[in-house]
């Protein structure tokens, strides 16, 4: 019998670009008339014994596609198949001819893998621990994310793997594990670790397409099939913070530079997941946002916090809260998707709500066509009966040390941003005032002369990085901060963090691949203590707290 299969895929023409309005995410992909026979292998029947006739499917990998086959309750089509830990799309082109779907329980007779024409064309098996980025290493079984963390810094410090056996060399790796995963994993040195990581799978017989070449066939690129109908993600297991310090309520406010967020990509489940969950699980209640190309990008996330349509959100175990958001009505900064837009995303059960919003400074283009001063997105909150007064800041990023901003080499168009002298007078006027959000570069260059002059104290060191990647997950400069005037620093409790757990999604591109980052900025976070009253900050197992007991004690 014949018949025809398709698929609907939700991946961007560019997997790196999720900008609105020219490209769709979603694009449509036939593949043609496949014939299904009895000599085919039924993969929603076949015993594990039975994969592993299929060419490059060892005992692990048919484990996993028994207890993959188990979770969703069966295959819909041949192409899900590549969704599976140590398939993928290159590994599924090689046997796809030999497998059908079907939901009949009579498994069907399998012609062995040897009687295959195509011999010359053998996939790899398993894992390039030299390529795989921190997600893709997760799906190994054994692996935690902080061995997959240990594993990509090894790399990174010390380059490529010369053998499995190198990985003893990582922390947390012992030789007891390395028998484990040594049949999921392979060391291939002969292509240097790349942008292009193919999901993780490397095979030299078949180069992967470059951007120029890039089509929507399903043996192009190692991309899930059917689009985003179910997450399947790990999130970091934590405790969400009590609402208290030292026994006062406190509130916690970030900023976070979301690097490009139009509507589709704030839709992409991954991402609103991941920017979801990081609020939750980290006790956010005040989030400024830099980097909208949508100005209704924001509100996306706002109605995902409030509905939670999501799994992970919807199961959260706390209060989520009931989230307003608020953009500014001018362009407030560049990039090379166009003009960038700053807002604000809050929780008003916590008893904050929003007084006045302003753009105090559009971005600047100067006749050049290189971006001047910044826009200045002011906002003043009123948290319990405190006035917070905030300064959202998206300046572009310089070159690092040694790196061009420029075709040419020249970097001196990389220094040409600073903060608009508009911000002086706000810095004069107000006494009390957080400037926060992507300043482009580390704290003690001179674009921020302006603010160390008028006493203002960054919170992040720039010894502490806050960009990430997969392939750098631990940073390399430092670029988003949290910056407090003099007379903050009495409701400020000390704690200030850079979040860089649960910034991955397996259903986020990176670049070629899966499993990438939400922004290429992490959330930087600090606290304050609240002058809100206590039914304003309940959650479970916070105590009853007196108003005059909010302050400490030597500002009483």
């Avoid at 409790?493 to 986020?508: A, D, F, K, M």
Wanted: hydrophobic content about 30%.
């Amino acid at each position: 019998m014949g018949g025809s299969l398709g698929c609907h895929r939700s991946i961007p023409k560019d997997p790196t670009d999720f900008s609105c309005g020219k490209r769709k995410f979603s694009a449509a992909c036939n593949f043609g008339h496949i014939m299904v026979n009895q000599e085919r292998l039924n993969i929603n029947t076949a015993t594990e014994e039975e994969l592993m006739t299929l060419p490059g499917v060892n005992r692990t990998v048919a484990q996993n596609i028994v207890e993959y086959r188990d979770c969703i309750g069966g295959f819909k089509k041949v192409e899900d198949l590549a969704l599976v830990s140590g398939i993928g799309a290159t590994k599924l082109e090689v046997i796809k001819l030999e497998i059908c779907v079907s939901s009949r329980t009579s498994s069907s007779q399998h012609s062995p893998s040897s009687l295959r024409k195509d011999l010359d064309y053998q996939p790899c098996t398993g894992m390039n621990i030299n390529t795989a980025t921190p997600a893709q290493l997760m799906s190994i079984r054994g692996i935690t994310e902080k061995i997959a963390n240990n594993i990509v810094a090894y790399r990174t410090e010390h380059g490529p793997f010369k053998s499995i056996e190198d990985l003893v060399r990582v922390n947390h790796i012992n030789s007891s594990l390395l028998d484990k995963i040594r049949f999921q994993v392979f060391v291939e040195r002969s292509r240097a670790p790349s942008t292009n990581t193919n999901g993780g799978l490397t095979c030299t017989t078949k180069s992967h397409p470059s951007p120029t070449s890039f089509s929507l066939k399903s043996d192009d690129l190692d991309l899930p099939p059917g689009g985003p109908t179910q997450i399947i993600s790990v999130r970091p297991n934590v405790d969400p913070p009590p609402g208290l310090r030292d026994g006062k309520p406190v509130v916690r406010v970030a900023t976070w530079s979301l690097q490009g967020c139009s509507c589709e990509k704030a839709n992409n489940p991954g991402v609103k997941e991941v920017v979801c969950m990081t609020l939750l699980e980290n006790d956010v209640k005040l989030l400024a946002v830099q980097d909208l190309l949508d100005q209704d990008a924001l509100d996306k996330f706002c109605v995902e916090l409030n509905q939670g349509t999501l799994a992970s959100v919807r199961k959260w175990k706390w209060p989520r809260g009931l989230w307003k958001s608020i953009v500014s009505e001018k362009p407030t900064g560049h990039s090379n998707k166009g003009v960038s837009y700053c807002g604000f995303l809050w929780d008003s059960s916590s008893g904050i709500d929003l007084k006045d919003a302003a753009v105090l400074e559009s971005a600047v283009v100067n006749g050049n066509g290189n971006h001047g001063y910044p826009g200045l997105y002011r906002a003043q909150f009123c948290i319990g009966s405190y006035d917070l007064k905030v300064i959202n800041v998206h300046m572009q990023t310089t070159s690092a040390p040694g790196e061009s901003n420029g075709k040419n080499g020249n970097t001196d168009d990389a220094k040409c941003q600073r903060l608009s002298p508009r911000i002086q007078e706000t810095l004069k006027a107000e006494k009390e005032l957080v400037v926060l959000g992507n300043f482009g570069s580390p704290p003690q260059s001179s674009e921020l002369d302006i603010l160390r002059k008028e006493k203002l104290c960054a919170l992040v060191p720039s010894t502490q990085f806050t960009n990430i990647s997969t392939r750098s997950p631990q940073g390399t400069r430092c670029l988003d901060n949290i910056w407090l005037s003099r007379s903050l620093k009495k409701i400020y409790t000390g704690y200030c963090s850079v979040v860089r757990e649960g910034l991955t999604n397996p259903w986020i591109p990176d670049n070629w691949s899966w499993g990438g980052v939400a922004s290429d900025h992490c959330p930087v976070v600090a606290e304050f203590y609240a002058d809100v009253a206590p039914k304003e900050l309940s959650r479970p197992g916070m105590t009853v707290v007196d108003r005059g007991d909010i302050m400490p004690k030597h500002e009483r």
